[in-house]
Nanobody, 132 residues
């Protein structure tokens, strides 16, 4: 079982920056953190959860169009930690942000899907609020 714990949310004015972290813990039978597919998702009030950024085992990334050029996803396999650096934040970025993980046995991750159903493990979320 894998547990994901997010941190780093908060309140910021438009144009500001925040960094989120997500640390994984727990045991997986035949997989290691560097084999995980990882992603950040967000859910604004009254809206469906959407994929924001994802990362495969080779550090190839995928971003939703609305955050391209402003957000950067990265991972530190030695620390079992996923990051999201958010710059030039806008009020429409206000949401609960969730990290997510998936792995496929001992295989390395080649997918960078932004679809919720491609991820099995989820964190509890961290709130990001951007004021105008």
């Amino acid at each position: 079982q894998v547990q994901l714990t997010e941190s780093g949310g908060g309140s910021v004015q438009a144009g500001g920056s925040l960094s989120l972290s997500c640390t994984a813990s727990g045991h997986t039978y035949d997989s290691t953190y560097d084999r995980y597919c990882l992603g950040w998702f967000r859910q604004a009030p009254g809206k469906e959860r959407e994929g924001v950024a994802t990362l495969d085992s080779y550090n190839k990334t995928n971003y939703v169009d609305s955050v391209k050029g402003r957000f950067t996803i990265s991972r530190d396999n030695a620390k079992n930690t996923l990051y999201l650096r958010m710059n030039s934040l806008k009020p429409e970025d206000t949401a609960m942000y969730y990290c997510a993980a998936q792995f496929y046995g001992s295989n390395y991750c080649y997918t960078r899907s932004l679809e919720l159903h491609d991820f099995y493990y989820w964190g509890q979320g961290t709130q990001v609020t951007v004021s105008s």
